[in-house]
């Protein structure tokens, strides 16, 4: 079966830094991604989606300059936190669509990165 | 707007059946999802209902009814294990996942 990795799994940081989350589909071509956020006892929030070789789609509330994603290639797509604060701590997981079998209802996810800001 | 209900924790014995209900109101509707989700993890698929009607796979089966807006996942069987959340979630006319805020499901022995 399809198979989506995010790394890092967890990542620890101070206030004001930048963290890199990647995404990837490690035995398909994902022509779209989608990045999500989920804060304790809460849903999951979509944030971007994000389609290989093109700019990201944002979520109304969601800051673009904040949440800077890249979705380079087929199989690799990157969430960079930019400056981030206490209140971006969050459970962010990413999910991809395969783009050979034409399903557009299927969305394989990732395992999620746990991020904490101190 | 869009919006999904289910309810925020239900409590079922082992060896017992529990049914999680899921109403929704969407713009379009290409299907509706239950994911299972434990904490710390991310969702894993339980089921996808397109078309009215019962889907059975094992101890979990899943109902839509489109007319009304309204599933329901139906665990059958219970064990230990089956605690967790479970997220209903509407795939809508642009085929996005519109997600409902979960139904914690706590099992007692």
């Known amino acids: 079966g399809a198979v989506v990795s995010q790394h890092p799994s967890w990542v620890i940081c101070k206030s004001g830094t930048s963290v890199k989350i990647e995404c990837r589909s490690l035995d398909f071509q994902a022509t779209t991604m989608f990045w999500y956020r989920q804060f304790p006892k809460q849903s999951l929030m979509l944030m971007a989606t994000?389609?290989?070789?093109?700019?990201?789609?944002?979520e109304q509330g969601v800051e673009k300059d904040k949440f800077l994603i890249n979705h380079a290639s087929l199989t690799l797509s990157t969430l960079t936190v930019t400056s981030a604060h206490p209140e971006d701590s969050s459970f962010y997981i990413c999910?991809?669509?395969?783009?050979?079998?034409?399903?557009?209802?299927?969305?394989?996810f990732g395992p999620g990165t746990r991020l904490l800001v101190l | 707007g869009q919006n999904i209900d289910q309810p925020t924790e239900m409590t079922a014995t082992e060896g017992a059946i529990v049914q999680i209900n899921c109403t929704y109101q969407t713009s379009g509707f290409n299907g509706l999802f239950w994911y299972q989700q434990h904490a710390g993890e991310a969702p894993t698929f339980l089921s996808y209902?397109?078309l009215d009607g019962l889907e059975e796979k094992g101890r979990f089966s899943s109902f839509l009814s489109r007319s009304k807006g309204y599933s329901y996942l139906l665990l059958k069987e219970l064990q230990m294990k089956d605690s967790a959340s479970y997220l209903c979630a509407v795939l809508d006319s642009n085929y996005q996942l519109i997600w409902g805020a979960g139904t914690k499901l706590i099992i007692k022995p």
């Open positions: 209902n397109v």
């Open positions: 994000s389609n290989e070789g093109s700019k990201a789609t944002y």
């Open positions: 999910s991809a669509r395969d783009r050979t079998s034409g399903d557009l209802e299927t969305q394989y």
